[in-house]
């Protein structure tokens, strides 16, 4: 049977769903293929000639090649390199497999499972040891250090320019969790900086807090390209990140922005509005479902429902809203 990219790329999806990150560097440790098996595969990502069955695969391998300048694997990161701040989206794979549209039926045993969402508590067992507060802050620090320059995911080759890992206190009894960076977000490295996290400041103020005393983090830490939403496979990978910070944090209250935080924290696929208005739990805190602030930008006659959503929160921390002068 011939290889196609699409062969390889459904392949990739699977080792990923199966928790296989880190194809495409040699020295990762965290990586569960054995020197052997990683040769094969880099054997079978990296084609001398394209390889494409039709035509139309064919021209567009070369659009594609094109567009792709430094057509080599991205380097293994390295304590050296600066983990804070990147500027630059790392090289692309050898080839850009990921956008291209499969041609033809996969073989069944080729294709990749469909991705179903699995709620935080199931991604990992509880902590058995808590961080002591003093201790937080530089655990985060040592979690972003371990991310480095990531290219886990399809997103580190989608024109992302900064890995933007969170924003606020690491002892935060309230965490906010959107679904990612957007433009002004990937330029600036923090979360919520645009018209959306002004609407979030303003409602973090009515709660009578400040963005400083609120961790904020998203789903996923790169930006999709055009913002639309992530792809199972981009906030799966992504999700284990997400998973310490909050475990590392230990907010009381998690408020989900949006449907795309709501399900995969909670592993579920359901309507926003089922969501809403009664508490659920993750993590070992307390969690509400509300509007996202970009969606509130475009319907701003939700802002009401949202803000009887932070009264819940209000009423579980004991905070007390804060009067217009
Ligand atoms: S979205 Fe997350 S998993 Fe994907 S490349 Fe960025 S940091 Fe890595």
């Not at 990531?150 to 900064?162: D, E, K, M, Q, S």
Request: glycine residues 6%.
């Amino acid at each position: 049977m011939d290889v196609t990219p699409q062969h390889i790329r459904a392949y990739v999806d699977y080792l990923r769903d199966m928790g296989i990150y880190d194809l495409y560097q040699r020295e990762s440790p965290g990586t569960v293929l054995t020197p052997e098996l990683r040769e094969i595969f880099l054997a079978a990502v990296t084609p001398k000639e394209p390889v494409a069955q039709s035509a139309r695969a064919a021209a567009q391998l070369t659009a594609q090649r094109t567009t792709v300048p430094t057509p080599s694997r991205p380097p293994a990161p390295a304590s050296s390199k600066p983990l804070l701040d990147q500027r630059s989206s790392p090289a692309a794979p050898p080839m850009n497999y990921f956008d291209i549209e499969p041609q033809t039926e996969l073989p069944a045993s080729l294709a990749s499972p469909m991705p179903t969402p699995v709620s935080f508590d199931k991604l990992a067992p509880l902590p058995v040891d808590i961080i002591p507060p003093s201790g937080r802050a530089a655990a985060l620090e040592s979690l972003r250090a371990e991310i480095g320059d990531c290219t886990r995911c399809p997103l580190a080759y989608a024109g992302r320019h900064t890995i933007v890992f969170a924003d606020g206190d690491p002892n935060a009894k309230l965490m906010f969790v959107g679904e990612g960076p957007g433009a002004d977000e990937d330029a600036s490295g923090l979360p919520f900086v645009g018209k959306a996290g002004q609407l979030l400041n303003n409602m973090i103020a009515a709660m009578g807090l400040q963005r400083e005393q609120v961790y904020i983090a998203n789903i996923v830490k790169c930006r999709p390209p055009a913002n639309r939403v992530p792809e199972p496979l981009e906030a799966n990978t992504c999700s284990q990140f997400l998973v310490r910070q909050i475990d590392i944090v230990r907010p009381q209250v998690i408020v989900a922005l949006g449907s795309t935080a709501a399900t995969y924290l909670l592993g579920v696929k359901q309507s926003l509005s089922s969501l809403r208005g009664r508490w659920h739990s993750t993590r070992g805190a307390k969690l509400v479902v509300t509007y996202h602030p970009a969606f509130l930008l475009r319907d701003p006659r939700q802002k009401g429902e949202a803000w009887k959503d932070l009264q819940m929160v209000m009423a579980e921390l004991g905070l007390k809203q804060v009067k217009k002068q």
